[in-house]
């Protein structure tokens, strides 16, 4: 009878558990919508970003037309001045050509900058969808099955404990005295 009285405790937490199922965490437009998304962001949140070639281009174009147009003007002034042979304009070019080179530089690492801010905004994307805010919650059948457990089987043992003892002293009063061991 003992043994059976003492197999209660672990009923109650074998019903806690039970009771406690928490409901699916997506309905099917959730998951419909999700299944859909991921595949294109995780495309865009993997790998190596990269600078998008549209841009690249536009960019290199308008460096191109300022690199024609200083050309120009440098050509301009310096045969206007009959020194068209004398090297300084080989060097004025030269110099036009380098700061070319530095803004299509300057410009390739902003765009470099904007592919990885891209990147970074996709993850973070991709981990707010994965994170979905309808994650269901307890149930109130096991809720109250996990909160009635531990105390029931405190009172259980209490009363099994005062039953099988006289004068108050019981078997794990008995236990406890003795600093856990028997």
């Not at 039970?18 to 419909?32: D, E, I, V, W």
């Not at 190596?48 to 191109?64: C, H, R, S």
């Not at 904007?114 to 809720?143: C, E, H, K, P, R």
């Amino acid at each position: 009878m003992a043994a059976l009285l003492g197999a209660i405790p672990s009923l109650l937490g074998g019903l806690a558990g039970l009771f406690n199922k928490r409901p699916p965490a997506l309905n099917t437009a959730q998951s419909g919508a999700l299944n859909t998304l991921i595949p294109s962001l995780m495309g865009k949140a993997t790998g190596t970003p990269t600078i998008d070639p549209t841009q690249q281009a536009l960019m290199y174009g308008n460096v191109a037309q300022n690199q024609t147009g200083a050309n120009n003007a440098a050509t301009n002034s310096l045969v206007s001045r009959g020194l068209g042979h004398s090297g300084l304009l080989g060097q004025a070019l030269t110099q036009v050509a380098n700061q070319a080179q530095q803004s299509r530089n300057q410009g390739n690492m902003g765009l470099q900058q904007q592919s990885i801010q891209q990147q970074q905004f996709d993850i973070q994307s991709l981990l707010g969808l994965l994170n979905v805010n309808a994650t269901g919650g307890q149930s109130n059948q096991g809720a109250f099955m996990a909160g009635l457990a531990p105390v029931a089987a405190y009172s259980i043992q209490n009363m099994l404990n005062s039953r099988g003892s006289s004068g108050g002293n019981s078997s794990l009063d008995t236990y406890m005295a003795n600093g856990g061991s028997s």
